[in-house]
């Protein structure tokens, strides 16, 4: 909490300054100078590949302040119906069912089978878990893929699914960042 008090909303790469944050949530103010970026690139997948967010029902497993809350709010500028799920949530997979849109970011490893998972949905997969199995150290997202894949209109892979959007997000809002303190034109074309 110091340190993100610290950091200049002009500077903040992350996106997590509590400026950038208040910008983000609060509707009808100015727009953040920089967006989460994992939540960024979660939004980023679904609109370059069309799916339709507007009037949609999204479930969010997770409500951290890195993944899961950013990622509900931006939805919820979309139009998007958003219900934020937790550990803690009775019957999660009857909420999972019920979902257009499902962005799991619990960090924990396959906790979402392939029945939870409503036919024809789309499922954003952010967790990032590592495993053995078979022998081997392998790593896998909060989503079972393998029973999901069977129902799912569209679905993230891990490793190489939202982890490069990440990456993309965070240049972005670096080059952003950069071209901001140094008063030089920003670049058109940059989303993050």
Not at 144 to 150: G, H, L, M, P, R
């Amino acid at each position: 909490s110091r340190i993100l008090e610290t950091i200049s909303p002009n500077k903040d790469a992350d996106g997590f300054c509590y400026e950038n944050v208040a910008r983000l949530v609060l509707r009808g103010g100015p727009r953040p100078l920089a967006t989460a970026c994992t939540p960024a690139g979660c939004v980023e997948l679904l609109q370059r590949s069309e799916v339709p967010v507007s009037g949609k029902e999204v479930v969010v497993i997770g409500r951290s302040n890195i993944v899961g809350m950013p990622v509900a709010h931006l939805l919820m500028s979309m139009d998007a119906t958003v219900t934020v799920c937790h550990s803690r949530t009775a019957d999660l997979a009857a909420h999972c069912r019920r979902a257009d849109i499902v962005v799991a970011a619990i960090g924990k490893a396959e906790m979402v089978p392939g029945d939870w998972i409503k036919e024809g949905a789309t499922v954003i997969d952010v967790g990032i878990n590592r495993i053995e199995r078979d022998g081997k150290n392998v790593l896998v997202g909060d989503v079972d893929f393998a029973s999901a894949k069977e129902v799912a209109g569209a679905i993230t892979p891990v490793p190489g699914g939202v982890g490069p959007m990440t990456i993309a997000c965070l240049l972005a809002n670096t080059v952003t960042a950069c071209c901001r303190s140094n008063d030089l034109a920003e670049p058109e074309g940059l989303t993050a």
